[in-house]
């Protein structure tokens, strides 16, 4: 496929470490962005670096994703603040502590809410937006996680899972509506997300996720493993039959 | 953690990211880029180093000065990157594209572009100095103009540089027009500086050092000016390589890197260039940086690492040091692949403990192979004490404390800008503290 043209790019989750890596490759092109995040003082660290690289004036918006309320507005804000912007990319994500979330409602209900729910709220605006347009680019980053649940981080996982599903259905929908959806499964990357984890052979750096994440949204792909060999490893671990699944720790 | 030179190698060093330091570690502190200096500079044992690679943005750039505002773990690479597009180029930049500002200020650096640019230190407008009381502090020629001073050359002594502001220059091209010109001693290398160097922004020269007899001191004069035409140069050979292969995957055994490699490798290359004189358009990365074409060569010198010798001696004394210190470089059989020679120019820098001064400076480098390499050392050290020359500290790991101060004498000046929780281990080596 052709390459696409990208002039306005708006990210939600913006002070991401795998956001900002793939921005600055966006800002070589020239692109204008739009950043939501909830830090503003970060939020305006990249918006000052992003400027000096593309020379374009860079916008901002803040929101706290646990907030739900506040979710549906913000895109509003976005779209008439940002008007006619071709391409979205949602970054924000929270690990949280799976032991937590399996004592603690109130905290597994914010793991989903920042990880899916918000992202169902965003997406759905987002895709009513580009089908209107009938173009549009909308490129999410889920994980591998979501495909399969492990005991040690389900709940994560479960919201992660269905972010891709989720994601699944749009593309479905809107593939006609010259509207692309595209999901990132990145496996293990080193950004603070991880930063309290040992950092095996598996680790890459989010500068490599990036590359493959603005290649992906040029390349018009429909879902992306990062590194690629992630595909192979999950197609493995999503073949073990359950009854031999359920006793392993992996 | 080690420098470049994988010497020396130094226990008890803490990685802490410069943003989540509050000093509260009792250790002494010293912030660092990339390690790329050879020696100790950027080390420090038992201590704790500060890491900038989370503080690497841009804050602004102002298109009609161009003047750009950085953070200080930002790259030259980085920036050649990000600026090469919009007709800016960095004002100085050393043999390798991956320093960071901190460092290039630290060190005072300087290019090929010295004789008529000076050192990074005469670019830097300003920049915000932290201290280990938590206080920034704004410098520049105005403002706080001795602490300026000590830190531009500083060694990372006075506190962690966390933005600069530098003044890139404007340039019509992304390519060099080179002269290359083949020189058979060293007497005709003086000759062909002293002609070409007016004329051309960037000059350097390669030298053999491991022929003796009729080929001492043979060479290849290199000088260059930022293209006035744009033309698209295709990709250098090296450049289509893949990154994967040219990495250095681990320590080479130090058998592979010996009298008779070097020769051949010398040989190769002083015969690279056929005729004697060449002139071409050449790319920022093989003019530049030649080097970096593989990213960690350092590596070929095996776990040992090497030594780098540089050092500036006075015009006066040049011609006659210059033949020495090649002549005892050769002589020792320690063959080095890497030497380069160049002329200084007289522009001074602000810095208080600036290396570069008016006079040739030489570069070579020696596998580090115990006593042997150690006493070689000692003896350039020793041939440029007495023209009354100076040793780079980017470069130097093994230099004596009364070396440093003769060779810097604003060393006792320098000393009360020090900040009390800052230290190195190059700094307690010839501080005598
Ligand atoms: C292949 C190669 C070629 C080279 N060619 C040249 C050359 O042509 N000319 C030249 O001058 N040098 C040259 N060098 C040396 C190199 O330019 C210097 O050593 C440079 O300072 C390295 O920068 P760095 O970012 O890696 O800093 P480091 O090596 O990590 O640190 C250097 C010094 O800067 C201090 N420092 C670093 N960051 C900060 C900060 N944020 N605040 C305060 N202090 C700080 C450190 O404490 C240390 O004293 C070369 C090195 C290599 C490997
Ligand atoms: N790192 C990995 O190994 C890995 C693997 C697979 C998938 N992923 C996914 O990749 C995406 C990017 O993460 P990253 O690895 O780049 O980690 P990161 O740098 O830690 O980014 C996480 C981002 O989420 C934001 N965030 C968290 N909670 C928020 C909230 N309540 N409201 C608003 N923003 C919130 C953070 O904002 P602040 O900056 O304000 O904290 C930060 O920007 C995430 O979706 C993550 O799940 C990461």
């Known amino acids: 496929m052709a390459n696409k043209s990208i002039k306005k790019v708006v990210c939600f989750g913006a002070t991401s470490k795998i956001a900002y890596e793939t921005l600055k490759k966006f800002a070589n092109d020239h692109v204008e962005f739009y950043l939501v995040g909830r830090n503003e003082e970060k939020l305006s660290e990249i918006k000052n670096d992003l400027e000096v690289r593309s020379g374009k004036v860079v916008k901002i918006g803040i929101c706290d994703f646990s907030d739900l309320n506040k979710v549906q507005a913000l895109v509003g804000k976005v779209k008439s603040e940002f008007s006619n912007f071709d391409t979205c990319l949602v970054c924000h994500g929270f690990l949280g502590e799976q032991e937590k979330a399996e004592s603690d409602v109130r905290y597994a209900n914010e793991i989903m809410n920042i990880n899916f729910n918000s992202y169902f709220i965003l997406l759905t ?18 994980s591998v996680a979501g495909d399969r649940g492990r005991k040690s981080n389900y709940v994560y996982g479960t919201a992660k899972g269905a972010v891709s599903i989720f994601c699944q259905g749009l593309r479905n929908r809107l593939f006609d509506k010259g509207v692309n959806v595209l999901t990132i499964k990145p496996g293990f990357v080193s950004t603070p997300m991880t930063a309290h984890l040992k950092q095996g052979a598996l680790f890459v750096s989010a500068e490599t996720v990036a590359k493959g994440i603005y290649n992906a949204i040029l390349s018009g792909k429909d879902e992306v493993y990062l590194p690629s060999f992630w595909r192979l490893i999950m197609m493995l671990i999503k073949g073990i039959p359950e009854f031999i699944f359920k006793k392993l720790s992996i | 953690m080690k420098s470049w030179g994988n010497f020396p190698s130094l226990k008890n060093q803490k990685l ?20 790329r200096s050879y020696g100790d500079v950027c080390l420090n044992e038992d201590g704790v180093l500060l890491s900038n690679s989370e503080n690497s943005k841009f804050i602004s750039f102002d298109a009609q000065t161009g003047i750009l505002k950085a953070e200080s773990g930002v790259t030259i690479s980085e920036i050649i990157k990000v600026f090469l597009p919009k007709g800016w180029f960095p004002p100085v930049v050393p043999g390798t594209k991956f320093v960071t500002l901190g460092g290039a200020i630290a060190n005072d650096i300087h290019g090929k572009n010295h004789h008529i640019s000076g050192t990074f230190g005469n670019h830097v407008k300003s920049f915000a100095l932290k201290k280990s009381t938590g206080e920034e502090v704004i410098c520049s020629e105005k403002n706080n103009k001795e602490m300026f001073s000590a830190t531009i050359s500083g060694l990372g002594l006075t506190g962690v540089i966390v933005w600069a ?144 010798f540089q050092c500036v001696v006075p015009e006066s004394k040049s011609k006659e040091c210059m033949k020495e210190l090649l002549k005892i470089a050769v002589d020792s059989g320690q063959a080095s692949f890497l030497a380069v020679i160049k002329k200084f120019g007289n522009k001074k820098s602000p810095g208080l403990l600036s290396f570069p001064r008016r006079g040739t400076t030489i570069c070579m480098d020696f596998p580090n192979a115990g006593k042997d390499s150690v006493s070689l050392m000692k003896k350039l050290e020793e041939v440029t004490m007495n023209a009354d020359g100076a040793l780079y500290p980017a470069k130097d790991a093994l230099m004596s404390e009364l070396s440093f101060k003769k060779c810097f004498p604003n060393w006792s000046k320098f000393k009360k800008y020090i900040d009390p929780v800052f230290s190195s281990s190059f700094w307690r080596r010839v501080s005598g503290e």
């Open chain 1, 125 to 142: 605006e987002i895709a009513n937006y580009f089908e209107e347009k009938q173009s549009g680019n909308i490129c999410v980053i889920s």
């Open chain 2, 16 to 35: 802490v990211s410069t943003k989540s330091c509050n000093f509260s570690d009792k250790a002494k502190h010293l912030a660092i880029g990339l390690s």
């Open chain 2, 165 to 308: 502001e530098i003044q890139l220059k404007k340039v019509k091209s992304s390519h060099i027009d080179m002269k290359s010109i083949k020189f058979k001693n060293l007497d005709e290398f003086f000759s062909l500086s002293e002609a070409h160097d007016k004329n051309f922004e960037y000059t350097v020269a390669w030298l053999d050092c491991v022929s003796s007899g009729k080929n001492f001191g043979r060479g290849i004069y290199m000088a260059g000016n930022h293209s006035e035409n744009k033309t698209n140069l295709k990709a250098s050979f090296i450049e289509k390589i893949p990154n994967v292969l040219r990495t250095v995957p681990f320590f080479f055994p130090s058998f592979i890197l010996n009298k008779y490699t070097i020769r051949i490798f010398n040989a190769l290359y002083y015969n690279k260039q056929f005729s004697r004189e060449i002139n071409v358009p050449i790319g920022i990365d093989p003019f530049f940086f030649p080097l970096d074409a593989v990213f960690n060569w350092n590596k070929i010198y095996g776990k040992n690492g090497f030594f780098q």
